[in-house]
């Protein structure tokens, strides 16, 4: 079982710091996802990293979000800074259940979610 927290209200150009804290033992075993759905759109992932520290961002975020675990607290965290209103989404932590990472391209997918914390960007 996964839990965010830390959504919110925040203008353009501001920053936010999201945390999911699993349940399960075996956390640090998985690597892990945050992923987003903007409202009406399907989910898109942001931001994953490995059992073993290794990360990945989605090009629309990289440079302004950072994805940090710590295994022995079982936390997931996601400090996000210089939000645009295209950031807008609810925002959820994920289980990596497969991935791929061919000619530069990493393609996560997932199973077990939590039920997201709500991220708007707006003036």
């Known amino acids: 079982q996964f839990v965010e927290s830390g959504g919110g209200v925040v203008q353009p150009g501001g920053s936010l710091r999201l945390s999911c804290t699993a349940s399960?033992?075996?956390?640090?075993?998985?690597?892990m996802l945050w992923v987003r759905q903007p409202p009406g759109q399907g989910p898109e992932w942001v931001s994953g990293?490995?059992?073993?520290?290794?990360?990945h961002y989605a090009e629309s975020v990289k440079g302004r979000f950072t994805i940090i675990r710590d295994n022995a607290r079982s936390t997931l965290e996601l400090q996000m800074h210089d939000l645009r209103s295209d950031d807008t989404a609810l925002y959820f932590c994920?289980?990596?259940?497969?991935?791929?990472?061919?000619?530069?391209?990493?393609?996560?997918?997932?199973?077990?979610r939590g039920q997201g914390t709500q991220v708007t960007v707006s003036s």
């Open positions: 990293i490995s059992a073993h520290g290794d990360t």
């Open positions: 399960e033992i075996s956390f640090g075993n998985h690597d």
């Open positions: 994920a289980r990596v259940s497969f991935s791929s990472y061919l000619g530069g391209v990493y393609r996560p997918s997932y199973d077990f």
